[in-house]
């Protein structure tokens, strides 16, 4: 069984940054994928970003090509996701999944395992 607890969210103004982490226990995740995930009130979980077992492939929702960057610590067994230009429209609870077994990317919530708790992240104009 694993565990995912996030963190890092908060209250930004527009263009800020903030960083959020996604801490695994109860196992190692190193060959599991790793998504982050967002939903809105009243909106569907929608993917963000995801990085291989490898950490080889990343991907991310074309909203949030080149102001995200996902990354993951091996020996921390931990999961980054790096927001730079928050823009007001990336306010959302924040998300963490993995999945086991998967040789790439997973982009449904369904295909994720576990999920953690969420992390608010909150953008002002």
């Known amino acids: 069984q694993v565990q995912l607890v996030e963190s890092g969210g908060g209250l930004v103004q527009a263009g800020g940054s903030l960083r959020l982490s996604c801490a695994a226990s109860?196992?190692?995740?190193?060959?599991?994928?790793m998504g982050w995930f967002r939903q809105a009130p009243g909106k569907e979980r929608e993917f963000v970003a995801a990085?291989?077992?490898?950490?080889?492939?990343?991907d991310y929702l074309d909203s949030v090509k080149g102001r995200f960057t996902i990354s993951r610590d091996y020996v921390k067994n931990t999961v980054h996701l790096q927001m730079d230009s928050l823009r007001p429209e990336d306010t959302a609870v924040y998300y963490c999944?993995?999945?086991?077994?998967?040789?790439?990317?997973?982009?449904?919530?369904?295909?994720?395992?576990?999920w953690g708790q969420g992390t608010q992240v909150t953008v002002s104009s």
């Open positions: 990085i291989s077992w490898s950490g080889g492939r990343t």
């Open positions: 999944g993995a999945n086991r077994g998967l040789n790439g990317l997973a982009y449904a919530p369904t295909a994720y395992d576990y």
């Open positions: 109860g196992r190692s995740v190193s060959s599991y994928t």
